[in-house]
């Protein structure tokens, strides 16, 4: 089965997926913190992951995904929706944007006081 390897400035997380599944949903299975304010309906753009490894192999963009990135910070041609790119069979490298991140931390509280109360939300750039 292909591995996503998840990075950010505050965390490293492999998890090994099968082939179909959303970015997204292989982050929420792993603890990977990748925002996703509409619950994974493509209709905010808070799941934005730059795709280091393995782009081409992801299931092809929709016309509604490409719409949804033109609202998000700092795309990139790497740019991905997670909650709409699917896995195939090539192990991935998805690195969170801050956007998702912040999203993230707006959605989890409480792992937002904990890493303040560690000094490491926000993390230093
Ligand atoms: S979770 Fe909202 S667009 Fe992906």
């Known amino acids: 089965m292909p591995k996503i390897h998840f990075s950010s400035p505050l965390d490293d997380v492999t998890v090994e997926v ?23 309906v493509c209709a905010c ?3 934005h992951v730059w795709v280091r490894k393995g782009l081409e192999s992801l299931s092809e963009q929709q016309d509604e995904e490409i ?16 909650c709409q790119a699917c896995v195939a069979d090539e192990d991935l490298e998805v690195w969170i944007t801050e956007e998702s991140l912040k999203a993230y931390m707006d959605e989890n509280p409480d792992v937002r006081r904990k890493l303040e ?7 230093k750039k």
């Open 45 to 47: 753009s808070t799941c």
């Open 18 to 40: 099968r082939p179909g599944t959303p970015i997204l949903e292989a982050a929420e299975d792993c603890g990977a913190q990748v925002g996703h304010s509409c619950g994974g």
């Open 67 to 82: 719409d949804r990135l033109d609202m998000a910070f700092d795309v990139k041609p790497n740019s991905r929706l997670g």
């Open 117 to 123: 109360a560690e000094g490491k939300w926000p993390p």
